[in-house]
């Protein structure tokens, strides 16, 4: 089961305070619009996103058809596939990508401690 690009997604009170604080542990601004409200830092292959107002909880974020780099991957296993498989060993969803679509597409699904797993396609 390919997952793809990982990150964790963090719901912050203040994105400039945030981005400020995880600086300090060399992050760089790698993509977003602070004005919007989100912002992705890197530091080497380790990829945070801080997201103020957008999401309930901190998040595990996985990219179906991304490295790490943000490029598409030839291969993959599509975001519709994975919630399948997931699906057929009994995981269950918040949300749900529609089976019958193609291309970008998300589901949601909460591990036994609550915490959110978003699987995001881009591609």
């Not at 400039?16 to 830092?41: C, M, P, R, V």
């Not at 597409?105 to 915490?115: L, V």
Request: glycine share 8%; no cysteine; proline share 3%.
């Amino acid at each position: 089961m390919q997952l793809g690009a990982f990150s964790v997604s963090l719901a912050v009170k203040d994105i400039a305070a945030s981005q400020a604080f995880y600086e300090k542990f060399g992050y760089t601004f790698f993509a977003g619009d602070a004005s919007k409200n989100w912002l992705i830092l890197k530091n080497g292959e380790s990829t945070i996103g801080l997201f103020q107002g957008m999401l309930e909880r901190n998040t595990l974020t996985f990219n179906p058809g991304w490295a790490s780099d943000t490029s598409a991957l030839k291969d993959f296993t599509d975001v519709r596939a994975l919630q399948r498989q997931l699906k057929a060993q009994g995981v269950s969803m918040t949300a749900e990508a529609d089976e019958t679509s193609s291309g970008p597409a998300y589901f949601i699904a909460i591990d036994p401690d609550g915490n959110p797993l978003l699987f995001d396609q881009h591609v």
